[in-house]
């Protein structure tokens, strides 16, 4: 079955810094893969639309300067929280969904801790 | 765009008992709808889903109902074991070819299942 790649799992990080998360879709292209963050006891909550070969499409209240999301390749899509401060601390999953009416596979998530 | 409820937040039966969670969805354009589990820090994994052209679907102890016309679909789950302890998770979607659109959760339901 399909599976995505996400990492790195975990990483603790001081204010102000930038943080790289990676997103690859191994045995199947994608041309759309979703960013989502999930808070402590709480729904996952949809970023961003990671588009192959064009800008993301965010959410309404995502501020698309802060988190950075480039689609380089039809398996591979990064998330850039840059200055991170301590209240970006969240788990962090991408997906992807191959073509046709195939179902949305998950990453294993990124806990990102900013200190 | 889309609103998905769930309820309940939180669930808990006997072993052996079945387990009854139910969403709404907003948006008559919505056409696919998954279930996801996901156990305490790992990523949400597709139990079943059920698309608009069927009222329900079984995949052996987990089923699926779908009413289009009331707008709200449900998981059944029978004679519950502890390893369906974990939270649970509907999500909504429209569904076109090349996988671009996005799923909108539910809030979660917690289930316990106890000895």
């Known amino acids: 079955g399909a599976v995505v790649s996400q990492h790195p799992s975990r990483v603790i990080c001081k204010s102000g810094t930038s943080v790289k998360i990676e997103c690859r879709s191994l045995?199947?292209?994608?041309?759309?893969m979703f960013w989502y963050r999930q808070f402590p006891k709480q729904s996952l909550m949809l970023m961003a639309t990671s588009n192959e070969g064009s800008k993301a499409t965010y959410e309404q209240g995502v501020e698309k300067d802060k988190f950075l999301i480039n689609h380089a390749s039809l398996t591979l899509s990064t998330l850039t929280v840059t200055s991170a401060h301590p209240e970006d601390s969240s788990f962090y999953i991408c997906?992807?969904?191959?073509?046709?009416?195939?179902?949305?596979?998950f990453g294993n998530g990124t806990r990102l801790t900013v200190t | 765009g889309e609103n998905v409820e769930q309820h309940p937040s939180t669930l808990s039966v006997q072993e052996g008992d079945s387990a009854v969670i139910k969403c709404t969805y907003s948006?008559?354009?919505?056409?696919?709808f998954p279930w996801y589990k996901q156990e305490l820090g790992k990523r949400p994994q597709l139990i079943i889903d059920?698309?608009?052209?069927?009222g329900e679907k079984k995949d052996q102890r987990i089923a699926v109902t779908l009413n289009k016309t009331a707008k709200h679909f449900s998981l059944h789950i029978t004679e519950t074991q502890p390893e369906d302890s974990a939270v649970y998770f509907c999500a909504a979607s429209g569904l076109v070819t090349g996988g671009g659109n996005k799923l909108t959760f539910g809030t979660g339901t917690q289930l316990k299942v106890e000895l």
């Open positions: 948006d008559s354009a919505s056409n696919y």
């Open positions: 045995d199947f292209q994608a041309t759309t």
């Open positions: 997906s992807a969904r191959g073509t046709g009416d195939s179902p949305l596979h």
């Open positions: 059920i698309r608009s052209n069927v």
